[in-house]
């Protein structure tokens, strides 16, 4: 699976949107970009994922650039709740399991 | 549903001694995956099944570590015999076969 950098930390204001970065340049034509959040002393929890189009949920958006080399997740409203270490996988999606390699994430913190 | 469950939710031992942790999945997810996180490796993928055969074991750090899941509905990792460096906070995660990996709360061990 391809490996990801994402910055160790981050500050944001609460009300305001967190944009977190992720560079993802040695990424395949079949691997996808993954998000999962990590709320302090809780387990991981799933965000988003997408391929090469832009997504959006209830929790967040995902925007890829077009040669797919990085990516950005946006919380459009942060509040305190979101402060959490947020991760950025790259893998491929495949029925047989869902192998996802952690890295060492990025540091939101939300502040008021 | 109550989601993955996990227990005990801690558990402090004595170096030497046998430790078995417990994972209930989310029922009808045939993906079960077992992780552990230290401050100085971060999350770490284990072991995982598929319809209740191991696949992949390679994260698994020594013999004295044993995963089994007799049935769809539990999972053990066992460690024997413990070590301090053991130490850890260990997730179990399922999944649907999909996308998404849904964790449990976690289970902090402690080995003196």
């Known amino acids: 699976d391809a490996k990801t950098t994402q910055p160790t930390s981050m500050d944001c204001a609460e009300g305001r949107a967190a944009n977190l970065p992720c560079n993802h340049s040695?990424?395949?034509?079949?691997?996808?970009v993954y998000w999962y959040r990590q709320i302090h002393s809780q387990g991981p929890q799933y965000i988003i994922h997408?391929?090469?189009n832009n997504e959006t949920n209830e929790m967040a958006s995902l925007i890829i650039t077009e040669d797919r080399k990085s990516s950005t997740l946006i919380l459009p409203h942060a509040t305190l709740r979101d402060t959490a270490v947020y991760y950025c996988?790259?893998?491929?999606?495949?029925?047989?399991?869902?192998?996802?390699?952690f890295g060492g994430g990025t540091r939101l913190m939300v502040k008021p | 549903d109550a989601g993955v469950i996990q227990s005990p939710r801690h558990e402090v031992t004595e170096m030497g001694q046998e430790v078995t942790l417990r994972c209930k999945p989310i029922?009808?997810?045939?993906?079960l995956f077992w992780y552990r996180q230290t401050m100085m490796r971060g999350l770490e993928l284990l072991i995982y099944?598929?319809?209740?055969?191991?696949?992949?074991d390679s994260g698994m750090p020594e013999d004295r570590f044993s995963a089994k899941m007799p049935n769809a509905s539990f999972s053990t990792l066992k460690i024997q015999p413990s070590e301090p460096r053991d130490s850890a906070v260990y997730f179990c995660?399922?999944?649907?076969?999909?996308?998404?990996?849904?964790f449990g709360p976690g289970t902090r061990l402690t080995v003196l």
């Open positions: 995660a399922s999944s649907p076969g999909q996308n998404e990996q849904f």
């Open positions: 040695t990424i395949s034509g079949n691997e996808y």
């Open positions: 997408g391929l090469k």
């Open positions: 996988i790259v893998r491929v999606a495949h029925n047989a399991g869902n192998m996802l390699t």
């Open positions: 029922s009808g997810h045939n993906s």
């Open positions: 099944f598929n319809n209740n055969v191991p696949i992949d």
